[in-house]
Every structure is written in C-alpha cells, then in structure tokens.
C-alpha cells in the first residue's frame, strides 16, 4: 500500500524551488538523490504491465530508482542484505553498542563527511576490538557489525555508530570460545576514554596533514592553535558510549537489523500532513521519558528538504561495515571456527535470495501468478489495457 503522503511528493511539489534558491550550493550527488527519489516508481524510469493468468486482472508497476536514501527503496535492499547476513548468526546473546560523537566534532564531521565518518567507523571498532582482547575484560577476538547513522529523530545532524556484537570471541589461541557475562558486554566508561583518545589523536592529525576543510562559521579551525582550542571542552568531556542488553535471539537480531541497516533519514510512515502549514512527522525526544517522548514536528518544506540532505553520504562511502571475526577475508574461516568451538551445527548453504530481482506480488484480485505483458522504457507510458473490461491499477513493484 502506497503512503498517504510520501518525501517524493515533497520533493516533486517544492524541490525544483528548493533547488533554484539554492543553485551552486547543492552538490551533484545532492541532486541526483533529489532527482531519483522525485522519480522512483513512476514513469519516468520506465516499468512494465503485468496481467494474471488465472483472471486476466492486470496493473503496471514502475521501475525504482534503488537509491540508498530513497525511502521507498530499502526493503527490498534490506531484505536481501539480511538473508546473507542470517547465516553468519551464531547461537550466543548479542549485544547492542552505540558510539556518539559530541556536537563540537558533529559540526567538523558535517564539512569533512568522507574523512571523518570514515574515522568515526574505525576508531569505534578499534576501541570495541582493543578493549575485548584485554585479559582483563574479555580476552577474546569479537566480531562486529557496524553500521553509521548521521541523523537525530527530528532529522538534525547527530552522527553515531549502531553496532550488533555477539556476546563473547575466539581465545587468541583460537582453543575456546570465550562468553561475556549474561547482561555485560565491555565497560562503557572504559569504551569512551579510549574511543575518545583514539579518534582525537586521529583528528588532529588529519589537521595536521592538511586534509580537514573549513568552511563558514568554523574557517577559522584552519588555523592549528583556534582548532586545538575548539578540541579542548571536548578533551575532558565524557564521551557516550551506549550498550544494551543482549537480545533475546537470532530472530530478535534479524528484527533489529532490519530496523537499522538500511534506514533512512525520515521513512514515509513517520509523515503526517504537506499542506501550506509544512511538513508534519512524527519524532522523538529522548531527554523526555514516557508518552512524553512521542512529539508531533512541523517544518517548513525548504527546511524539511534541508534537514533531508544533511544525510546525504558521499558518492561510494560504505556505512555498513564488518569487523575482527565478520571482516571480509577472515569472515567464512571465523565464524566456522566460532561453530566447532560453540559445538553447533553450520547453516544449510542455501544462497536463495528472500526477494528474486523479478519477485511481482500476487494478483490482488484472486491470489493468481503475475506475468509481464509489456514493458516501457523511461519517459514512456504502456499501451492501452489488453481488454476493456480490464481495471486499470497501480502498484509498487
């Protein structure tokens, strides 16, 4: 079922105003993602007519723009992502690790996307790897899950890392696998003072080599002595480390990923209203508990759309990543030594996609086999329907 109101038809309704305001400040891959989501599922990128065989009924279904910010887009990326990732899940608790960087590094993130969320995602997994391999917390080699989120609730600019991590590793001998207590992964506190340490250490000397750019209000951090002093609050400010207690099990992981890896700033059910007032989602604020916490925002569509494309990552930066025992090369010798050692049978080898690249609904109508009839390339529209009596519908593919 299509939303009543979607981000497409924000952008279709005031982005070409957007973007005229604003000509020479939005970069190409901005509009590009303004451009595909505006087009997704609609004629302009072409589709195809499918009928019944069982009752003749028919509709068309229009191509997808398979952009990574387009909300309408990620299920199917999230569904296929997820049934790879279904047989690397061993049978022990996995815990749930957030990583946050404090607002005055945020405003150096958003001018240095690529280098600094790029640091962000190692310095939190050393910091996770380095602290588990200490004797005197975990001894053991982890595998991680990572994956980078860069908005709040109400779409502002909040980069942090949300990581899946099985409760327990490999010994260093490779003997044993070695279990983290019940409902305790790694100190938090410990977490933050090296994570902090790490990717400060590793901030500056990105500066030093010249590499950070500065822009507007922060052009002045281009000079050593002003960027230090900017740094300094944030050297002795405890940085926010977040675990949680393990989930309740494989499915309960599967669930969770599905929630986070592929989502985008605002999902089309979160909206509420588009009319001359702005826009109406549903957000929360999480420094209010209860009911409370469940808010109503409206924004203006410029600043919706302003809000939106904060989020918008650099061309082929990777926000899902995997580390120690899920890293790429080492990931299938890994998690088989992780089995023999936790004494548990290896998943069936079985690499049928959840969602075939030409999965087609059923009939709405009888439940029947969809087949195409007729495709039409971009900017076409098909031909008339193959009888009279057929009821012209439209459906998402």
Known sequence: MRASIEVADIFRATGPAYRAARAGHLCLTQLKVMSAIEHCRTAALGGHVEACEDCGQWRIAYNSCRNRHCPKCQGAAARTW???REA??????????VFTLPGEIADIAFQNKALVYDLLLKAASETMLTIAADPRYLGARIGITAVLHTWGSAMTHHPHVHMIVPGGGIAPDGSRWISSRPAFLLPVRVLGKLFRRLFLTRLIALHDAGRLAFFGSLVHLAVRRAFLRHLAP????????????PFAGPDAVVAYLSRYTHRVAISNSRLIAFDEAGVTFRCKDYRRDGTDRQQIMTLSADEFIRRFMLHVLPRGFHRIRHYGLLAGSARR?????????LDVAAPPDDHTPVEPEDYRPPCPCCGGRMIIIETFER???????PHAAATNRETDP
Do not use: N
Not at 88 to 97: A, C, M, S, W
Not at 333 to 341: I, P
């Open 333 to 341: 010798a890994s998690l088989a030594l992780a089995r023999r050692l």
């Open 82 to 84: 997820l049934a790879e």
């Open 88 to 97: 690397d899940l061993l049978p022990v608790g996995y815990f749930h690790v």
């Open 379 to 385: 900017g076409r529209q098909p031909r008339g329907p």
């Open 234 to 245: 944030v050297r002795t400010k405890r940085w926010v480390v977040y675990s949680k207690a």
